[in-house]
């Protein structure tokens, strides 16, 4: 069954494009229906096309028979009407200019007069189909909850999406790192990574030995968030965006936020030259900081 499939599919390869992924050893189902739906319709299209073309040569072959017979009673033949403005004509139900008379209205303003017109009816027609969608819609969202409104499908979206969360945070925890679970990271990989990260998004702010221009130095005790790693992790996690320093979240990976605030942490006491001038408060392992929280979070927590 499947190398007929197969054989099939081949041969729709000078057909549809694509087709020539079939030559894989395996198809997967879905592709296979795929390629037989299109296959289907494009056999279908043909079929119309040839149905309308043998139409049209039927038509001519008819009216030339007629148009002979017309001649030898001495007979004129009206012009055919193409079937396009036959269509058209029914669609808008119009009245030819010739005929306009018949629907002009007695009334007359200053030269200006009004047809009575019809409604076009494909435009009642579109009108109805309105008035039936609504219907349906009322129906099935409204009364029998069957399909889920805006608020649900957003709410269901969100649900999928922690769904997926959590299943990636099983698989691998370090995408969990937050302030709670940070840790200073010792080994050399870990500081290695930190540097990095420190070196391309940090150090022309804190100066790369950390010794502070624009943003503060980094490696005397003196701390304006706190200085434990929970502490310099909220920091670039949060950001100080009033004072210039952004939020790193949406850039760096927990990971990485974990790996740089180890290295920020290592740099403590290796006291470069010319540093800036120490802000904030001393702050030494083990001793509870006051400004623990970066600015905005502050002012969250006040109000
Ligand atoms: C655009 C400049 C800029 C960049 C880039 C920048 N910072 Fe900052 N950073 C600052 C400023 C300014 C402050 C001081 C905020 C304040 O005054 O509250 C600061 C504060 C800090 C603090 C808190 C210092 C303290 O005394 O509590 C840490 C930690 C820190 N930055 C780490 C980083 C890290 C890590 C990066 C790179 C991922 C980084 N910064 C990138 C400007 C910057």
């Given at each position: 069954m499947k190398n007929t499939i197969k054989r099939l599919l081949l041969t729709l390869g000078i057909l549809a494009p694509?087709?020539?992924?079939?030559?894989?050893a395996t198809i997967s189902t879905d592709t296979a229906i795929y390629f037989m739906a299109g296959f289907v319709l494009v056999v279908a299209v043909l079929v119309l096309v040839v149905a309308v073309i043998v139409l049209q040569v039927l038509k001519t072959i008819v009216r030339q028979e007629d148009e002979k017979k017309a001649a030898v009673q001495g007979i004129e033949l009206p012009e055919p009407v193409s079937f396009w403005s036959r269509f058209m004509r029914k669609a808008s139900d119009a009245v030819p200019i010739e005929e306009e008379e018949t629907v002009l209205l007695d009334h007359n303003y200053d030269g200006i007069q009004e047809l009575d017109n019809h409604l076009p009816p494909w435009w009642k027609w579109l009108f109805y189909m309105t008035i039936a969608f609504g219907v349906v819609y009322l129906f099935v969202y409204?009364?029998?909850?069957t399909l889920p409104l805006q608020q649900e499908e957003y709410d269901n979206q969100i649900a999928e999406a922690e769904a997926l969360k959590a299943m990636r945070l099983k698989d691998s925890?370090?995408?969990?790192?937050d302030e709670s679970t940070v840790q200073y990271v010792e080994d050399a990989a870990a500081l290695a990574s930190g540097k990095q990260v420190y070196d391309n998004n940090c150090s022309q702010c804190h100066r790369s030995d950390g010794g502070?221009?624009?943003?503060?130095?980094?490696?005397?005790?003196?701390w304006l968030h706190g200085g434990s790693i929970q502490d310099i992790f909220t920091t670039i996690k949060v950001g100080v965006p009033a004072k210039?320093?952004?939020?790193?979240e949406p850039l760096l990976s927990p990971e990485q936020m974990q790996n740089v605030a180890s290295y920020v942490m290592s740099m403590?006491?290796?006291?470069?030259?010319?540093?800036?001038a120490p802000q904030g408060e001393v702050y030494r392992a083990g001793e509870p900081t006051e400004?623990?929280?970066p600015d905005s979070v502050q002012t969250v927590a006040i109000r």
């Open positions: 694509g087709a020539l992924m079939a030559q894989d409204h009364v029998t909850d925890p370090k995408l969990a790192i502070g221009s624009i943003g503060p130095n980094l490696t005397d005790e003196y210039g320093m952004i939020s790193w403590v006491g290796t006291n470069p030259p010319n540093p800036k400004e623990a929280l």
